[in-house]
């Protein structure tokens, strides 16, 4: 069982940036592939970056691509998301899993995290 809790969301400016953590309990964390994904309000959840279980590839969806940065800290079992030049677009909740292969699709992960809200102002 992993237990998942992100952290680092809130209110932004159009332009802005915000780091986003994901603290994964047990330990087990480095079995695992950690992946973020986004809910909007009315929109299904969308692929945002993923990363492999040792760091070494990552995948990330276009609309992120240039401006968001998966990266993992084994040490705090910690996954992270900086987002810069964040858009209105990217208002959403904001949520990591953790699957045992690194995927781009939500039916591949096993453990889910609550959420953070990301709202970017214009």
């Known amino acids: 069982q992993v237990q998942l809790v992100e952290s680092g969301g809130g209110l932004v400016q159009a332009g802005g940036s915000l780091r986003l953590s994901c603290a994964a309990s047990?330990?087990?964390?480095?079995?695992?592939?950690m992946g973020w994904f986004r809910q909007a309000p009315g929109k299904e959840r969308e692929f945002v970056a993923a990363?492999?279980?040792?760091?070494?590839?990552?995948y990330d969806a276009d609309s992120g691509k240039g401006r968001f940065t998966i990266s993992r800290d084994p040490a705090k079992n910690t996954v992270y998301l900086q987002m810069h030049s964040l858009k209105p677009e990217d208002t959403a909740v904001y949520h990591c899993?953790?699957?045992?292969?690194?995927?781009?699709?939500?039916?591949?992960?096993?453990?889910w995290g609550q959420g953070t809200q990301v709202t970017v102002s214009s």
């Open positions: 990363i492999s279980t040792n760091g070494g590839s990552t």
């Open positions: 899993a953790a699957a045992t292969l690194i995927a781009r699709l939500a039916h591949d992960y096993v453990y």
């Open positions: 047990g330990r087990t964390f480095s079995r695992y592939a």
